[in-house]
Each structure stands twice: as C-alpha cells, then as structure tokens.
C-alpha cells in the first residue's frame, strides 16, 4: 500500500463494528463520533500520512493506537463519515469519497473503501489524494504544526483544546443587544451557564490531561466541557464573565472531579483566541497542585504550632508579670467587697456607697476577665487570621504581658505613638507576640548592665511609603559587631538560658506579614530593634 | 473622726487606689490618693498626713525610693507597704528602711486597719 501516492492508512473497525451499523440504520447515540473514532485502531500509515497527522510521535507510535488520538478535532466528523460510508459501500463493492476544502492540500478528495478479501474483512482502508498548494508553505507549515504538536504532547501539564465559538456567538448576540454587565446578567440566567457548559466543547487533549482525569484515552474526554466543572461550577461562571469582558487570558485554583472519581485542586489556566487567530480553539491548562497545597498546609500548620509554642515559653518566662496584671484587679476586688459588707453592717446601712463600691467590683471583675482572655489568646491554637489592625492598639495590647516586668525592674518607659496610624493586615496573636518578644529582648539586655536603671523607648510612626514602622531601642550593652548579622538565625543567642528562637520566630511572622525587621547598634550605646509593615491601603 | 490625722496613698493602679481610699473612709479615716509618687512628694501638705500606705512597683519613683527620700528628709511618717510583690529583698529592703508593715495583695480589710492603728498607735475598737 505504500505504493500509493498520498496519505494512506489501514484501520481496523473490528471493536466498532456493531455502532457503525448502528450508525448506518440512523441509531446515532450521543458522541458516536468520538466512539468511532476511539475504537478504530491504525493498523498501518505510510510516510505522508505519519507527517500529515502523526508526526510528533512517528510511525511506530501511530500503529495500534486509535485515530482519535490522531485525527485533527476540524476533520473528525468527516473521518467519522467515511469510515461509515465505506462499510455501507463495501456491499456494493464501492467506496466512499469526500471532497473537502484544505489550507494546505490543493483540492483534496479523501477515500475509504474496504478490502474484499475475507482475511481483511474487519479493515477500512482510507487516502488522501491531492497536491500540496505550495511544497514548501505546505512543509513549512506541516513542521511547524509538528513542533506544536510535540510541545503539546510532551506537555507535563493537562492540555485542553476548546471549541467555544457556540458560547462566542451568543455573547456577540447579547453585545448587540446591549448587554454590559455579564456578572448580573449571569446570576439572573443561571441556566445560561449549564447550557455554555453543555455546547462548549474539548475537541482535544493531550496525554497529561488523560492521565489527570483518569481517562482510559483522549477520546472519553472530547466533547462537552461540562464534567471539567462538576465540582467548581463558580469557575465556568468566572470563566465565561472573563471571555465576555474580553479578557486575553484566565487563571484560578478549583477542584477537579476526575473521571474515576477523585477530587483535585488544579490550576486551572484559560487563554481565549483572539482574532485573527482560529476561534475555535481556546486552550485550557491544568496543573495538579493538590499535593503542592496539602504540603504547603502542613507546612503553615507546623510553622503555626511552632510559633504557638515559643509563645507559650515566652508566657511561661513572664507568669510572675501576668500573674501580678490579674493580682491587681483581684485585690481591688477583694477590698471593695469587704468594704461593701462594712457598709452594710452599719445601724443604718450607706446603700449608694455599697452600689458605688459594687459597680466598681463589676468593673475590675471585667478587667480580670479581659486579662484572661488575652492570656488564652496567647496561648491556645489558632490558625492564623488577616485583619486590619492598629498597631498601636496591638502595642498596648502587648505592653500588658511585660508591664510589671519593665516596672520591677524600675526601667524608664516611654512611648510614642503616631496618632491616626494607617491601618495594616495582620494576626493579631501574632504581632502582639512579635512586640512581646522584643520587649523581653530589651528587658533581658538591660538586666545584663545591672549598674544602671536601664529605659526602653518605644515608637511607631508611618512613612510616606505606605509603610508602617515598629522601633524599639533600650539602653543596654547594645549587639556584638560580628553577631549583628545573625541575631535572627534561629538557635543564635547569647544568653546561657536561652534556647535562641524568640528573633527568628520575630523574623519568620513579619516576613510572612509581608514586612521587614532589623537591629542595629545605637551611636549612643544600646541596640535598636524595629519592623515594618505594609498597610492595608 | 475627722480627728484622726490624714492618710495618704500611693497607687499607680486607680482601682486599687480608689479601693483603698474607700476602705479608710468606712473605716473612719481621711484619706488623700496620689497616681505616682512625684505627686505625692510635690503636695504641699506631705507633712501633714500621718501615715503613707503605697505601692512598691510603680512608674517613675517606686514605693522604696519613696521612704528613703522621705526618711532622707528626716520624715519619721509611718509607711506601710501594700503590694503585689512578695520578693524577700524587697520586702527586707523595706523593712529595714523603716516601714510599718509589708502587706502583700490580696489583703483583708482587718490586716490593714490592724497595721494602721499600729501605726498611728491607736488601740483596737477606737
């Protein structure tokens, strides 16, 4: 058969017989062509028909494989066609001719025809008769579809050409008809979205995308693209809005519903054609990312129960200061209620004072109350929240935990806070922890110069770069010029009791706030410890 | 009863100062309350109370430094301690500087009022 001038193939339609009979009585069960063409498997294809459609894999790759995996998406009803007509014809010993119309091939006719002899009695042979309008744009553009090809196959991530031309016209429609807002447009014609999901079509895909969807071959994905969005339907919604808005390209993490029933998150990116290229292919890309998220959750939870855990240990370095914040209102309490009982045992007992003193018990009950919920705040598991938040109002909410250690220790406080400070996204657990941290740094590096009574500064400000900056400066013994660079490793420390994690966990949340921390040395002796963080503008 | 001289206190924390100051009320006192002990030290009439009740760890001048720079001013005003901070040195500290009492929180009404007439040398039930 090589002999043949032009493309030519041997298929053989043993596993299809019985639908192209189907097909013959005028039974056409739904996607019948891309049954047809999934069971009929290529026995043999001479030189040009490996470079026509087969190219980036070659000759042997082609053999034993189904045509489906082949055949241009453009031409399978036609081939679909052929292969019907020519057992239809074999009785009357005839063949099956097609003329189509062809960019590359000069006036082509495709034929198919069965054999008569009894051995081949299952086969349908089918060639390409024409001449190439141009050899060389015909190579040319023969090579170039070949490299496109390969690129595609060879792809490692799911490859899916669409034919959404279907939905195209109805949105060139509703444009005429002054439509504007699809999203509202949408959210009114739900239904709009199941039909889209029914007439627009995966004409094609490449090995990576069977194997991401569990599929026996390409052919049990062609047709509509609405199984892609079972499990994501908001995503063909936010699909299609973005194909009205005109937009070049799409792209989102969803769950995918595999054929053999897993559930995926993929990336899942969407490039729509624009004129003058072919309209009929929108490509669709997917990535499984599944185990890339599950790591990276399990990542942030153990970062998560790290920093809960040196909280934790810097809590437990502070109890006597936090047990002296619930002390206080404690002993308020206590005398208020003892006095109260004095009032009231009088020949004629002061009810307004007793109310007075009773409101006041109330009062520093409450305050006990909110210590201990900032305490449990600390110190119980949370997944990490984005607010907005005031920085100062974090700082005082810190100051709380360290207050009595800074007083006992008579160190010279002062604060100085911007007023209307812009606001800025954050944890707040977190960044109380951060301030707390530093606030024990400086604490612990002014007890090291036990001389002196030791002042801590404290400051927050915001710069004209949308920044807003935390600085802490004491007075101690300042950091050694060589440890300067590495006072945020983690298991760096100079003290003999510290285990060296409270900087690094520092560093670890600003920089998952997307902000910065620094030290350096004062001219004037002591160190300087700051942050900054993006606001929320 | 308004006889009875005048007693000051010294708190950083109002409601434990306001607490305190109820307390002498119904107990017969006359009480003036100070936020910090520079103010206290810069009221004109220091020398007219009679005794001092005041915190240890306070902002600025704490309770220590308080009653030495009272006793650096040959003030032999009687001073007693009510506080949250039971560390041995401080309270020696304190005692040895002259203090009446060392009262650690949370106290019982009747512990102070025990500690006030020793201080201004009154008998129980007066």
């Known amino acids: 058969m090589h002999r043949h001038k032009g493309a030519c193939w041997a298929f053989d339609i043993s596993l299809v017989r019985a639908l192209i009979e189907s097909v013959s009585l005028g039974n056409r069960p739904v996607d019948w062509v891309g049954t047809l063409l999934a069971g009929t498997l290529i026995i043999d294809a001479n030189g040009d028909a490996v470079h026509l459609f087969g190219a980036y894999s070659g000759r042997a790759r082609m053999v034993g494989q189904p045509v489906g995996s082949f055949w241009p998406a453009e031409g399978r009803n036609i081939l679909a066609d052929l292969i019907v007509g020519a057992v239809a014809a074999y009785a009357r010993r005839g063949a099956r001719k097609i003329r189509i119309k062809s960019l590359v091939l000069h006036d082509p006719v495709l034929i198919a025809w069965m054999s008569d002899s009894g051995e081949l009695a299952d086969i349908v042979f089918l060639t390409i008769v024409a001449e190439p309008v141009d050899d060389r744009s015909f190579w040319a553009l023969r090579t170039s579809e070949e490299r496109y090809n390969n690129l595609i196959h060879h792809l490692p991530f799911a490859f899916l050409e669409v034919d959404s031309r279907a939905q195209a016209e109805i949105f060139d429609e509703q444009r005429r008809k002054g439509l504007r807002d699809v999203a509202a447009y949408l959210d009114s014609n739900p239904d709009d979205i199941i039909r889209a999901r029914d007439i627009v079509r995966i004409t094609d895909v490449n090995r990576s995308a069977v194997q991401l969807f569990g599929a026996r071959d390409a052919s049990e994905l062609l047709g509509p693209v609405d199984p892609l969005f079972a499990a994501s339907p908001e995503t063909a919604r936010r699909v299609m809005i973005h194909h009205f808005e005109g937009y070049r390209s799409y792209s989102e993490i969803m769950k995918l519903r595999t054929l053999d029933g897993r559930l995926l998150d993929v990336s899942l990116s969407v490039t729509y054609p624009t004129r003058p290229e072919r309209l009929d292919i929108t490509l669709i890309m997917l990535e499984d990312i599944t185990d890339r998220l599950r790591t990276e959750a399990q990542l942030r939870q153990v970062q998560a129960d790290y920093t809960r855990a040196a909280r934790i240990s810097m809590l437990g370095e502070l109890a006597s200061s936090i047990a002296h914040e619930v002390n206080q209102p404690l002993s308020a309490i206590l005398t208020n209620a003892e006095t109260s009982l004095r009032w009231l045992s009088r020949d004629e007992p002061n009810l307004e004072k007793v109310a007075q003193l009773t409101t006041r018990i109330s009062d520093s009950a409450q305050h006990a109350g909110e210590i201990v919920r900032r305490i449990r705040g600390m110190t119980t598991r949370h997944v990490p929240r984005s607010v907005e938040l005031d920085l100062n109002e974090i700082l005082q909410e810190a100051f709380l935990f360290v207050r009595h250690d800074i007083e006992s220790r008579s160190i010279e406080l002062s604060i100085q806070l911007q007023r209307d400070l812009p606001r800025v996204r954050g944890d707040r657990v977190q960044l109380q922890q951060v301030i707390v941290n530093l606030l024990v740094n400086s604490v612990q590096a002014i007890q090291q110069r036990a001389a002196t009574r030791g002042a801590i500064e404290l400051s927050t400000n915001a710069d004209a770069r949308g920044a807003v900056t935390f600085t802490i400066r004491d007075d101690g013994p300042g950091i050694a010029e060589d440890d300067i660079d590495r006072v945020f490793n983690s298991f760096f420390t100079t003290k003999e009791e510290g285990v060296g994690i409270g900087l690094a966990i520092c560093q670890s949340i600003i920089a998952a706030h997307g902000g910065a921390i620094s030290a350096a040395n004062r001219p004037e002796g002591g160190a300087r410890f700051w942050f900054s963080l993006p606001t929320s503008e | ?126």
């Open chain 2, 1 to 126: 009863m308004s006889k009875l001289p005048l007693i000051a206190i010294v708190d950083d924390d109002q409601a434990m100062r306001e607490a305190l100051f109820d307390l002498l009320q119904v107990e017969g006192f006359s009480a003036r309350a100070f936020a910090d002990a520079a103010s206290f030290l810069a009221a004109a009439a220091v020398t007219e109370f009679g005794c001092l009740l005041t915190d240890v760890r306070m902002p600025g001048i704490d309770g220590i430094e308080l009653q030495q720079c009272l006793r650096a001013r040959c003030s032999s005003m009687p001073v007693i301690f009510v506080t949250s901070d039971e560390d041995a040195v401080t309270r020696t500290q304190a005692m040895n500087d002259g203090a009446t009492a060392y009262l650690t929180k949370p106290l019982a009404n009747a512990e102070l009022v025990r500690s006030l007439d020793l201080a201004l040398e009154r008998r129980p039930g007066r």
